[in-house]
């Protein structure tokens, strides 16, 4: 990727040109950082189907029907590769996210079971009680820096709490994530050294397995038990597997909701009618929590073209890459009215935030579960909360859109304008 955007004033500059801007994205671009939503939809209008020569190139759709007609023919636009660049960690391909056709079917309905509406309910009052543990020392301190303090904390608890893995684990845990996301992956310089930088993390996970294996899972609910007791083909899953199963879940899970999260709480600091709507109507949150999760648009993924196919008169070859962006897609106008505006009272939150068709999010029912809660415990215990004054939130646009940092202050805006002020330092 050219990575040589002109500077102005120390900030990177887009390309002049909507066709340019086109042909040089990617969510790793400098001048996209802050905020890619008004030049998404530059593109989207520019057309339906567009090209991008970075990292080799690939096509990029931007319409909500075209995702979904995609994400539904599985078998045109295969998952193998799930990233652009596609960083391979593991020498074995994630299960069953990078699987395609009956294999890919046959691991998630074994798997599907594990992260059912039951299931989440059952660890719903742990997922809640981690939430209260997180939100009581900032109620009390009356400040805090929401992504590590919170956003980041309560997904990775429930994460340890859904496998059966000892809270007091999470250090650990968060270390060996960060080392990799901020050193192991952007210092490997070939795929024997990435390798070798997700071999902590699988080392970590491999002794959880060996610990619940030698305690026992009788009576145990928890993933990894459930794991062990398991079959796939008529045969007990391997280490290997179990292992890569807890890994593709972290991965696909983890940066996700904590990304989800920081967003979701950006907005509500933004806009205080919004805080006491979720105050005084707690009623409303599963709503407000669809509604928000559709605006925030996050995540963004690839599949490999199988075949030859045409698109709104493109032609897209086999072997050619797609980028997904499944977030975008609650922003289209076609389908949302007014679509770039938060509405707890929209009709229908049709969104494809969780994906849609074979590959669909296995965790979007925790996913769901963790905002809700956060939603829930937060606004119960700290009512009004705004953006700390003289501080502005720290934007990324990756595949995984979220924040690096969130300043909170507790309590009502001493000044009027101060959340607003904080809100335009965007």
Known sequence: MDRTAEQHGGCPV???????????????????????????????????VVRSEEFGGYWILTRYADLEWAARNADVFSSADIGIPNRQIYKDKLIPIQLDGDEHRTWRQ????????????????????????AIEPI??????????????RLP??????NFGIDRSHLPELLDHKNWLRREGLPNARND?????????????????????????????????????????GGRPLTQDEIVNIILMTMFASLDTSNSLLSMVFRHLAEHPEAQRTVVEEPGRIPAIAEE??????MVSTARVVTRDVELHGVKMRAGDRVMMSWGMAGLDPEVFEDAD????DRAS?????????????????????????????????????????????????????????????VGAAEAAGATEAAGAAR
């Open 156 to 161: 990775a608890e429930t994460f340890l709490i």
């Open 110 to 133: 074994a798997l599907s079971a594990l992260f059912n509406p039951g299931v989440v309910n059952a660890i719903t009052p742990q997922i809640r009680q981690a939430a209260v543990d």
């Open 341 to 344: 505006r938060v509405d707890f």
């Open 349 to 409: 939150v049709r969104h494809l935030a969780f994906g849609i068709g074979p590959h669909r999010c296995l965790g979007m029912h925790l996913a769901r579960r963790i905002v809700k809660v956060a939603l829930e415990e937060w606004h119960a215990r700290i009512p009004a909360y705004r953006i700390t004054p003289g501080t502005a939130p720290v934007a990324r646009y990756s595949p995984i859109r979220g924040l690096d940092r969130l300043d909170l202050t």
């Open 292 to 297: 928000l999760i559709r605006h925030e648009a």
């Open 14 to 48: 887009a390309p002049g040109t909507t066709e340019e801007r086109a042909r040089r994205w990617s969510t790793y671009q400098p001048w996209l950082q802050a905020d890619p939503i008004g030049p998404w939809h530059e593109i989207r209008e520019h057309g339906p």
């Open 139 to 152: 109620a009390a301190r009356g400040s805090c820096e929401f992504v590590e303090d919170f956003a980041v």
């Open 192 to 232: 024997e050294e990435l390798h070798a930088a997700g071999r902590p993390l699988w080392e970590f996970f491999s002794a959880a397995v060996d610990r619940r294996r030698a305690e026992g899972t009788e009576g145990r609910r928890d993933v990894i038990s459930s794991l062990l007791r398991a079959e796939h």
